[in-house]
């Protein structure tokens, strides 16, 4: 058989979270009583812009959303990403996302996470699911400080598909043959560059491209 992958996009098909989630964590964790509040507040405060510019373009939201972690250092955000896991992202993972991950393993899938967000938050997450890989966003960093600017190319949208196929070219794997998961519509290049995609916990748009496309609909809990 041909050597094959799932490929599995993380927020809303994975997990019950978000990034901001994830940075509002940080900031909740970062150094003085002051700097921890100022950051609080403005992560709060940003909350309904990074909801438009989400649903308006993904690619504007992570430039502008990744802008927030400028200046936190590289040796804090590797290690807050241990206890954030705990705190934030391992309660929020679907009860069913074990077994969809195995189903794809039985089957002799490599496991794959392409994501969205920065590598360092994703780690643990991916060692606690057995990932086998991960493709996400990389933060740029300065003498140990985060720039706030991320490594092109962007992993959003019709990058992540560019991210999957490259991926199988470089690893010898049958594209046709792999699977894809993720919620959103705004997934939908990811979903259709692989064989075998399916929709998961998806936005009434996806479920109504999978249903037009006959295309799996799965919906965690």
């Known amino acids: 058989m041909p050597a094959k992958a799932a490929f599995y996009d993380v927020d809303g098909t ?3 979270t978000n990034v901001v989630h994830v940075y509002a964590y940080y900031a909740m964790n970062r150094g003085s009583l002051l700097g921890i509040a100022g950051r609080t507040l403005a992560t709060a405060a940003s909350v309904p812009l990074f909801a438009a510019m989400d649903a308006l373009d993904r690619k504007t939201f992570n430039e502008f959303f990744y802008r927030y972690y400028a200046g936190l250092s590289e040796d804090r955000l590797i290690s807050v990403a241990e206890d954030m896991f705990e705190d934030v992202l391992k309660p929020a993972i679907y009860e069913q996302t074990r077994d969809l991950i195995d189903q794809a393993r039985r089957v002799g899938c490599r496991i794959v996470l392409v994501t969205g967000a920065l590598d360092f938050s994703m780690r643990p997450l991916a060692r606690y ?8 966003n990389k933060m740029q960093f300065v003498g140990g400080k985060a720039t706030g600017k991320v490594i092109p190319p962007i992993i959003e949208g019709a990058n992540k598909a560019n991210a999957i196929r490259s991926y199988c070219v ?3 794997l049958a594209l046709d043959q792999c699977h894809g998961y993720s919620d959103s519509a705004s997934d939908y290049a990811m979903l259709s560059v692989v064989g075998r995609p399916t929709a998961v916990n998806p936005d009434m748009r996806l479920r109504s491209i999978a249903r037009a496309y006959n295309w799996p609909i799965l919906d965690l809990k």
């Open 129 to 136: 699911l057995g990932a086998d890989d991960m493709i996400a």
């Open 170 to 172: 470089r690893e010898g």
């Open 14 to 16: 994975l997990i019950k």
